[in-house]
């Protein structure tokens, strides 16, 4: 089993800038993907970004291209989401998952919450002012 734990949401205000973490555990997961979704109300839970087990990354361009990064520490376990520009738009609960695939990152399957393994309890993150 894997658990996952988010950390590092909270309040930010418009134009701000803020870093998720999330903390893996249970095994390696040098071969697994890595990435975060986010989710609000209502909505489906939406993909924003991977890296694979070769270190690929991938985005959902349309939503953050450009704002967000995504870095991971193989040795550590752990995944990382820096956000910056935030506006009202990413106001979401985040999540963090791992998919024991080696697809490419550009790959759509990354792209669907079914092909992902595990996943943590989620960190809101509200942008406001």
């Known amino acids: 089993q894997v658990q996952l734990v988010e950390s590092g949401g909270g309040l930010v205000q418009p134009g701000g800038s803020l870093s998720l973490s999330c903390a893996a555990s249970g095994r390696d997961l040098g071969g697994y993907a890595m990435g975060w979704f986010r989710q609000v109300p209502g909505k489906e839970r939406k993909f924003v970004g991977v890296?694979?087990?070769?270190?690929?990354?991938?985005y959902d361009d349309d939503s953050v291209k450009g704002r967000f990064i995504i870095t991971r520490d193989y040795a550590k376990n752990t995944l990382s989401l820096q956000m910056r520009r935030l506006g009202p738009e990413d106001t979401a609960v985040y999540y963090c998952?791992?998919?024991?695939?080696?697809?490419?990152?550009?790959?759509?399957?990354?792209?669907?919450?079914?092909?992902?393994?595990?996943w943590g309890q989620g960190t809101q993150v509200t942008v406001s002012s």
């Open positions: 890296v694979t087990w070769s270190g690929g990354t991938s």
């Open positions: 998952a791992v998919s024991d695939t080696k697809e490419r990152s550009f790959s759509p399957y990354y792209r669907e919450t079914a092909n992902w393994d595990y």
